[in-house]
């Protein structure tokens, strides 16, 4: 469209003149009669009435890469660069449904699109179609749809270009408010100088000594919300150092000085500077650093905290994120907010103190902790002692902004307690601290021995103390309770001698079966639960009536001491999401093991053999739980454990349908020099990694593999591979890439007897979870722990690449039917 400055009409030039009427007319031919009736003489009052009536701006067409003085932008229309790389527009945040300008990638394809760069972070519009991007006096503003200026580029323009001043969008994802006029370069503003979230390439990251202050990426305050969070990251010129903050004071964590064109507490970027070619520039505007890597890459502060360099797989359409800092989710500063917690083991990293609440349910569930937590039951000031008590936490490290106080450690119990403002105090190596305001950076760690006491009512700390009368009583019961337990030791130690006949107490808490007792405890091995290439599962029942499973193993060729060697070392891995170990039997031939009876069997049984139809739900859980207990096995017990047969046989359900991984141990039975023992393939046709079948050394990765390929099978419900009744097969996984890759929908892939309910998001991050865990090279398939990240919510997972397996079968159609539809239509 073709944009009018009235305002420039020179009343003296008669042709001039003519022309703008008659284009005027083509414009405006309602009001036309108005103006034929005026009288043409006085031109310079309808000159003067042109520009008052119609002065008019021009809404600018999609696919321009500027905006004009006499153009604006509306509802949808958007403007591009002119190698379509980057995109201006309106757009919508997560689920929110308020708009924001924003620039994105265009020629990325990502869904929703990403992000690089929002101008009214605070000021969100809520109707696009009424509200204005445009020039005015020099300066690009934003006018929402009551018209008023809610975000402006704020600078001191001269008079002479505001009728010639433009915007352009770069390639480079700039945008740049410039004189259309000039020659010059120099643009008058440009966004690469107010980054928000995200640090792109050519963009100077530095410190403007002519303002004397660093530039800032600052975090979203959530997925659904580009306003201003608590964390940013800032550069400090006197070390050439970035430094991350929460609020804009307390630094967690740095990048280190800058040396040889390397950060001495990043050495990642050793690896990175010949991708990125960092460059770092000083003259006597200021000093930065700026990247021109060779692929397309960016950083971004996420609004988990973290610093993430993330680069773009063309492949796969989406992000990789190569390194975030810090590691640890839970080393940054004050994530869960006042009164949270964080444990960075846990499903979801923050938590609320016992006692406590929410501040706003609605931030936490959108993962936007920064309001923290508020005390369920509020202590006020009345000065009643008996309204409160004291709940014990230990911290990995003390919480800031503490006084200090003289005092025994009762004295400083008693300060805290009658001192309305005091919220908790601690008293480590006879000095006590006192906390007035919000307890922030809570971090548990029980091994820490840092013990603070939060001030909680009473009645929220579960099993407190209610009055001395109860102290009296429980000490009373108490002394009971031991006179009658000691009566009972010699009836117990001679119950025990003759119920326990052949059976001692291993180190460990492992219990030494004899084989008699066991053979007792299962019927003679009658009732039989499952069996596999090791030995069959029986259930049993003890002398002290808990039920147990107990497996017969078979074809093991260990000696006496290594069977027993192995077995203790078993007994001391304990974790919520590994089948229990209680015991074994090494008599001879027979050796056994006794593990604690899963009520609700194995995985395989509800997937496949019709026992219980699992909900989506409980299916996702499944797959996190398993997840959890493989990094536990991988990279939290002394030596690295590999699985080596995880599938949905392996993969037992508690009574609350809580996974537990079966079976753990049996790769450490048959040896644990991986790469000497393990050269010929073990485990499940199926699962199988392809390293197993070159001979070489076998690492976790493997276990990653058969993760993926279960995933698979968790989402379908059925084998990966099945035949059809004409002969013909399907392979699961081809059909879940080829949805991926088309943009299919994404339900269709579930397993039919969940009538499409499920949430599509967790539905493809479980897809692409397991495509990344089948592929090829051990190198590019996750660690478990980044697995559990994922799957938590916690980071992001990017469009994978098709594993050689899958392409294989997309490519040979003479043998594997590779359907575009729901997988139910093959057969």
Same mark, same amino acid.
């Given at each position: 469209?073709i ?18 009427v ?12 108005f ?6 003489? #006085? ?5 003067r ?12 067409s999609?696919?321009?890469?500027t905006?004009?003085?006499? $153009?604006?932008?509306?509802?949808d229309?958007?403007?591009?660069s002119?190698?379509e ?18 620039? =994105? ?15 009214? /972070?605070?000021?969100?519009i809520?109707d ?10 020099g300066?690009?503003?934003l006018?929402n749809?009551?018209k008023f200026q809610?975000?402006?580029? *704020?600078?001191?323009t ?9 915007v ?7 945008l740049?408010?410039?004189d259309?006029?000039?020659?010059s370069?120099?643009?008058?503003w440009?966004?690469?100088d107010h980054?928000?979230h995200?640090?792109l390439?050519?963009?100077?990251f ?8 660093? $530039? ?7 997925n ?7 964390f940013s990251?800032?550069f400090?010129p006197?070390s ?5 903050? =929460?609020?804009?004071?307390q630094?967690?964590?740095?990048t280190?000085?800058?040396?040889? $064109? ?11 500077n ?5 460059s770092?520039?000083?003259n &006597? ?10 692929m397309?890459?960016r ?20 992000? *990789? ?7 640890m989710?839970?080393?940054?500063y004050?994530?869960?907010g ?7 083991? &846990? ?5 609320c103190?016992?006692?406590?609440k929410?501040r706003?349910?609605?931030?936490? *569930?959108q993962s +936007?902790?920064?309001?923290?937590c ?13 309204k ?7 911290? /990995?490290?003390?919480?800031?902004? *503490? ?18 403002s005091?919220?908790?105090y601690s008293?480590?190596?006879? $000095?006590?601290?006192?906390?007035n305001g919000d307890l922030?950076n ?12 939060v001030?909680v009512a ?8 209610k009055?001395?009368? +109860?102290?009296?009583?429980v000490?009373?019961?108490?002394v009971?309770?031991?006179v009658?337990?000691l ?8 119950? /025990? ?9 291993? #180190?460990?808490s492992l ?8 053979k007792i405890?299962t ?13 069959s599962v ?11 499973a107990?497996?017969k193993?078979e074809?093991?060729s260990q ?5 027993r ?6 007994g001391?891995?304990?974790h ?5 170990? /209680?015991?074994?039997c ?6 056994l093991?006794v593990?604690?009876?899963m ?7 509800h ?5 219980q139809?699992?909900?989506?739900k ?8 398993t ?5 536990y096995?991988?990279?939290?017990c002394?030596d690295?454990i ?6 949905p046989?392996n ?21 644990r020099?991986?790469s000497?023992?393990l050269t ?9 990694a392809?390293?197993?079948?070159s ?15 279960m995933?698979?099978?968790?989402v ?11 002969s013909?097969?399907t ?14 929908d994404?339900?269709s892939?579930?397993?039919t007897?969940?009538n ?5 998001e ?8 397991a495509c ?6 051990e ?27 899958v392409?294989?079968f997309?490519?040979d159609?003479?043998?594997?039917m590779f359907?575009?539809?729901s ?5």
């Amino acid at each position: 469209m073709i944009g009018i400055n009235v305002s420039s009409i020179e009343p003296n030039t008669g042709d001039m003149f003519q022309r703008t009427v008659m284009t005027l007319s083509l414009y405006l031919s309602p009001c036309l009669n108005f103006v034929q009736v005026m009288c043409f003489t #006085e031109r310079k009052s309808l000159v003067r009435f042109l520009v008052l009536y119609f002065s008019l701006t021009i809404t600018i067409s999609s696919g321009a890469s500027t905006i004009s003085a006499n $153009q604006s932008l509306s509802g949808d229309y958007t403007i591009i660069s002119k190698g379509e790389q980057f995109e201006l527009g309106f757009f919508k945040a997560g689920n929110s449904s308020n708009y924001y300008i924003g620039i =994105w990638y265009k020629k990325l394809y990502s869904n929703p699109p990403t992000i690089v760069w929002v101008a009214n /972070r605070e000021t969100p519009i809520s109707d696009r179609f009424r509200s204005e991007l445009k020039i005015i006096d020099g300066n690009l503003v934003l006018l929402n749809e009551s018209k008023f200026q809610i975000w402006s580029t *704020n600078v001191t323009t001269t008079t002479t270009i505001f009728t010639s001043a433009i915007v352009v969008l770069l390639d480079d994802g700039n945008l740049v408010l410039r004189d259309g006029t000039s020659n010059s370069v120099e643009p008058i503003w440009q966004s690469f100088d107010h980054p928000t979230h995200t640090w792109l390439p050519g963009a100077k990251f530095g410190y403007d000594n002519r303002v004397k202050k660093s $530039q800032l990426l600052t975090s979203w305050r959530s997925n659904d919300n580009p306003a201003v969070g608590l964390f940013s990251l800032e550069f400090d010129p006197s070390s050439i150092n970035y430094v991350s903050k =929460w609020n804009g004071s307390q630094e967690y964590w740095t990048t280190g000085p800058w040396k040889e $064109q390397v950060y001495n507490f990043t050495p990642e970027l050793i690896r990175l500077n010949s991708i990125y070619n960092f460059s770092y520039y000083r003259n &006597e505007n200021g000093s930065y650093i700026t990247y021109s890597p060779t692929m397309i890459a960016r950083f971004v502060m996420d609004v988990s905290g973290q610093l993430q360099q993330q680069s773009w797989l063309e492949t796969t359409k989406g992000w *990789n994120t190569l390194w975030s800092q810090p590691r640890m989710q839970c080393g940054v500063y004050a994530l869960c907010g006042a009164f949270g917690t964080c444990r960075q083991n &846990e499903l979801h990293f923050c938590s609320c103190l016992i006692g406590f609440k929410p501040r706003s349910e609605n931030d936490w *569930n959108q993962s +936007d902790f920064s309001g923290g937590c508020v005390r369920k039951t509020d202590l006020g000031c009345e000065g009643n002692v008996e309204k409160f008590d004291f709940l014990m936490v230990t911290v /990995r490290s003390l919480p800031p902004n *503490n006084s200090v106080a003289v005092g025994t450690a009762g004295i400083c119990r008693t300060t805290c307690l009658s001192d309305c403002s005091c919220n908790a105090y601690s008293f480590i190596n006879n $000095q006590c601290s006192l906390w007035n305001g919000d307890l922030l950076n809570l971090s548990e760690d029980n091994a820490s021995g840092n013990t603070i006491y939060v001030k909680v009512a009473s009645k929220d700390i579960p099993h407190c103390k209610k009055s001395n009368f +109860d102290i009296v009583g429980v000490i009373v019961g108490s002394v009971a309770g031991v006179v009658f337990v000691l009566g009972l030791i010699f009836l117990l130690i001679y119950r /025990r001698k003759r119920k326990l006949v052949g059976k001692t107490i291993m #180190e460990g808490s492992l219990v030494a079966f004899a084989y008699k007792d066991l053979k007792i405890a299962t019927k003679n091995f009658s009732e039989k639960l499952g069996g596999g290439g090791f030995g069959s599962v029986f259930k049993g029942v003890l002398h002290d009536s808990s039920t147990v499973a107990v497996k017969k193993l078979e074809s093991i060729s260990q000696g006496e001491k290594q069977f027993r060697s192995e077995v203790s070392t078993m007994g001391i891995i304990q974790h919520v999401h590994l089948v229990r170990l /209680r015991g074994f039997c090494a008599e001879g031939n027979n050796k056994l093991l006794v593990y604690d009876y899963m009520e609700k069997g194995s995985l395989d049984s509800h997937l496949f053999h019709e026992k219980q139809v699992l909900n989506w739900k409980t299916r996702y859980q499944i797959a996190l739980g398993t997840a959890k207990g493989l990094v536990y096995l991988h990279e939290k017990c002394l030596d690295c454990i590999i699985h080596c047969d995880i599938k949905p046989d392996n993969i037992l359900l508690d009574a609350d349908f809580q996974p537990k991984i079966a079976d753990f141990g049996l790769a450490k039975l048959v040896g644990r020099d991986f790469s000497r023992v393990l050269t010929t393939a073990r485990g499940s046709i199926g699962y199988l990694a392809p390293e197993w079948l070159s001979g070489v050394a076998v690492t976790a990765k493997a276990d990653v593999y058969s993760y993926g390929m279960m995933l698979f099978e968790l989402v379908h419900g059925k084998r990966n591979a099945e035949q059809c009744e004409d002969s013909r097969s399907t392979f699961f996984p081809g059909l879940v890439a080829n949805v991926l890759i088309e943009g299919g929908d994404i339900l269709s892939l579930l397993d039919t007897r969940l009538n499409r309910e499920a949430c599509a998001e967790e539905v493809t991050k479980i897809c692409k979870v397991a495509c990344w865990c089948i592929q090829d090279e051990e190198e590019n398939r996750p660690a478990m722990s980044l697995v559990e990240r994922i799957l938590e919510g916690v980071s992001d997972v990017s469009m994978p690449p098709i594993p050689q397996i899958v392409a294989l079968f997309v490519k040979d159609m003479g043998d594997v039917m590779f359907f575009t539809d729901s997988p139910s239509s093959g057969c």
